[in-house]
C-alpha cells in the first residue's frame, strides 16, 4: 500500500505541474509564478540531496546558485546570445567552484561545515558586489535577455510566451528530479544515506566518508547551479541578492517546511513560501515576519515538514 | 600464518597511558576474548586493531602487512570488520536497507549509480540469507531502530559479517542485554564461527559468554597485559583472581 501511495502521490504532483498554465490562472494567480516555483524547487530539491539525503547542512547554496545565475547571465550578455551556452557556462562555473570549496572544507562536520559554507558563500557575494566592471556591482547585471531556442526546425519563443519559458524550466526540472530520484535509488545513493544515519558505521563498512560527502556536495551543486542558471533567465536579470546568504537561508527554509526526509518536500516547501510570499507581500513589507512564524510553528511541532505530516497520517 | 599480530602497542591521552604496550597475536579460526575489570583499555586496545585511533608507539600487522597508518575504511577493505560496544547500525532504515548498503559496500558497488539486474538479484539473496541467519527474516522489513536491543545488535553483527571479514572484532556484544537475549547473540557468534572458521576478537564482560565461548583469553588490566591462555588457565590464574576481586572490593 505504501508503494501505491507513492507511486499515486508522484502522478498527482508530475499531473499538476504539468498542468500549471491550465489552472493557475483559474486559481487568480499567473503563470510567472508557477516558473518561479518550480525555479526554487529545483534548488531546494538539490540542496535536499545534502541536507535530507547525506545529512549534511549547507547555509551556503546561494553562492552556487549565483555563480549559475551570473555564469549564464554573463556569457549571454558579453559572449554569445544563446540560452543552452549560457546555462552550460553556468553549471559548469557554479560546479567548479563547488569542488574546489568542497575540496576545503569537506572534512567539517555540522555546524563547522554550515559556517564555513557560509563564510565561502559571502566570499562570492562581496566579489559580485565590488566587481562593478564586469558584475555591475549593486546593479547587477541587466540589459540582456534569454534567446529564443532555436530546435533547428522550429523555434521555441521561451523570451515573449510564458507559457512556453514554464515548459522549458519543467522539461529542465523534470531532468533534473529524475537524476536525482535515480542517483537516490543507486547504490551509491545508499551510501549517502548510511553516512547520514551514521557515519561512524558508514566508514566502519568500508565507506570513504569525507569522498562521498565532496561528491554529494558537488552533485547537490551542480543541481543548485542548474537552478540558478534558469533563475537568471526567468528574471532577464541578476544581482547580488541572488548569490547573498539570506538566499541560501530561503533554501533550507524551503526544504524543512515541506519535509526535508520526502522527495517532494521542497517542491512543496517552495510552493508555500512563494504563494506566501506573493500573497502577504502585497499586504505589508513584513512578509518575512509571517513566514518566519509559519517556519517556526511547522518546525516546533512537525519537524518533519509538512510532506511529513501527511505521510504518517496515512500511515497510521 | 599468523593473521593478525599486535607488536608492542601504547596508547596515550595526554599523560594517561590507556593502553601500555600490549602485544597479541591471533592465528586463523581462533576465537579470542579479551577481558579486563572497566578503564582496563580493551576497548582503546580495539580502536586501534580496527584504525579508530592510531597507537602512540607500536605496530599492527595484518596478514602480514603493516597496517598501522592504514585508515579505516582501507582496513575494511582488506578484511577487518567491527561492531561497537554502542550497537551503530542505521536506525532509520529497514533491516534488509541496512544489510543491503553492507553487501553493496562489500561487492565494491559504492560508487554505482546503478547495478545491472543480476547483480541485483545477487545482492538480494545475499541479503536474505544474511537476514535468515541473523534470525532476522521475520523483520527484515522493521526499521532497526524500532527493533530490541538484541536484534539490533544482531543485524550489526550481520552486516559486519557481509564484509566476508577474515576478521571480526566484537566489542562487549552482549553489553546491556537480558539473558535470552545474551544467550541467543552467543549463539550466533558461535555459529559463525563453527561455520565460516571465522576468526573473531571480542571483548566482553560476562564470563559465562567469555568461558563458554573463547578458545584463548587475554587479559588487560590498567593498559597492561596481565595474562594470557587457555579459559582454564586463565580462571586458575592468581593475578587475574587479584584483579577481578580487587576491582569488586
Known amino acids: 500500500m505504501p508503494r501505491l501511495d507513492k507511486r499515486a502521490g508522484d502522478v498527482l504532483i508530475w499531473f499538476l505541474l504539468l498542468t500549471v498554465p491550465y489552472w493557475l490562472p483559474l486559481a487568480g494567480s499567473y503563470v510567472e509564478l508557477g516558473t518561479h516555483v518550480v525555479v526554487y524547487a529545483l534548488a531546494a530539491m538539490a540542496l535536499n540531496f545534502l541536507l535530507g539525503y547525506t545529512g549534511v547542512l549547507s547555509f551556503g547554496h546561494a553562492a552556487y546558485f549565483g555563480l549559475g545565475a551570473y555564469g549564464a547571465a554573463m556569457t549571454i550578455k558579453y559572449l554569445y546570445p544563446s540560452t543552452p551556452l549560457g546555462m552550460l557556462v553556468g553549471v559548469i562555473v557554479g560546479t567548479a567552484a563547488a569542488g574546489v570549496i568542497g575540496l576545503m572544507i569537506v572534512r567539517l562536520r555540522g555546524v563547522y561545515f554550515a559556517m564555513c559554507t557560509i563564510a565561502f558563500g559571502q566570499v562570492f557575494y562581496f566579489i559580485a558586489f565590488q566587481w562593478r566592471t564586469a558584475t555591475g556591482g549593486d546593479d547587477g547585471v541587466s540589459a540582456w535577455h534569454r534567446v529564443p531556442l532555436d530546435l533547428g526546425v522550429a523555434s521555441v519563443d521561451i523570451l515573449n510566451n510564458p507559457e512556453a519559458f514554464y515548459y522549458f524550466v519543467l522539461a529542465v526540472f523534470a531532468i533534473c528530479a529524475a537524476a536525482m530520484a535515480f542517483l537516490l535509488r543507486s547504490p551509491f545513493g545508499r551510501t549517502l544515506l548510511a553516512i547520514r544515519e551514521n557515519e561512524r558505521r558508514a566508514r566502519f563498512l568500508g565507506i570513504p566518508v569525507d569522498r562521498h560527502i565532496w561528491m554529494s556536495w558537488v552533485i547537490s551543486c551542480f543541481f543548485v547551479s542548474v537552478a540558478g542558471a534558469l533563475f537568471a533567465l526567468m528574471n532577464n536579470f541578476v544581482d547580488p541578492r541572488a548569490l547573498r546568504w539570506d538566499q541560501s537561508g530561503n533554501f533550507v527554509i524551503m526544504a524543512v517546511l515541506g519535509g526535508m526526509r520526502s522527495f517532494w518536500g521542497p517542491l512543496i516547501g517552495a510552493a508555500i513560501f512563494l504563494v506566501l510570499q506573493d500573497y502577504i507581500s502585497s499586504h505589508t513589507e513584513n512578509w518575512m515576519s509571517f513566514i518566519g512564524l509559519f517556519f517556526v510553528l511547522i518546525v516546533l511541532f512537525f519537524p518533519r515538514g509538512v510532506l511529513g505530516v501527511m505521510r504518517r497520517r496515512t500511515a497510521s | ?32 576474548a579479551v577481558i579486563g575489570p572497566n578503564g582496563a583499555g580493551k576497548t582503546t586496545f580495539f580502536n586501534m586493531i580496527s584504525g579508530f585511533l592510531a597507537p602512540t608507539s607500536g605496530r599492527i600487522v595484518f596478514e602480514g602487512e603493516d597496517v598501522t597508518r592504514v585508515l579505516p575504511a582501507r582496513r575494511v577493505w582488506r578484511g577487518i570488520a567491527r561492531t561497537f560496544q554502542i550497537t551503530e547500525v542505521f536506525p532509520e532504515l529497514t533491516v534488509r536497507e541496512n544489510l543491503r548498503i553492507a553487501v553493496e559496500a562489500a561487492a565494491g558497488y559504492r560508487l554505482r549509480p546503478w547495478i545491472s539486474r543480476e547483480a541485483e538479484a545477487v545482492v538480494s539473496t545475499r541479503v536474505t540469507d544474511l537476514s535468515d541467519r541473523g534470525g532476522l527474516a521475520d523483520r527484515e522489513d522493521r526499521l532497526v531502530g524500532e527493533l530490541s536491543h538484541g536484534d539490533q545488535r544482531a543485524t550489526e553483527i550481520m552486516m559486519a559479517l557481509a564484509l566476508n571479514p577474515r576478521l571480526l572484532l566484537l566489542d562487549e556484544p552482549t553489553a546491556g542485554m537480558g539473558d535470552q537475549e545474551t544467550y541467543n547473540i552467543t549463539q550466533l557468534i558461535r555459529q559463525l564461527h563453527k561455520d565460516h572458521k571465522l576468526t573473531i576478537v571480542l571483548i566482553e564482560h560476562d564470563m559465562r559468554v567469555v568461558f563458554g565461548l573463547a578458545d584463548r583469553i587475554m587479559v588487560l588490566a590498567e593498559g597492561r597485559l596481565l595474562a594470557e591462555g587457555t579459559p582454564q588457565q586463565i580462571a586458575a590464574n592468581e593475578a587475574v583472581q587479584a584483579a577481578y576481586l580487587g576491582q569488586a572490593a
Open chain 2, 1 to 32: 600464518m599468523t593473521l593478525l599480530s599486535v607488536e608492542h602497542v601504547s596508547r596515550r591521552f595526554g599523560s594517561l597511558v590507556a593502553v601500555d604496550d600490549v602485544s597479541m597475536s591471533v592465528e586463523p579460526g581462533e576465537l579470542r
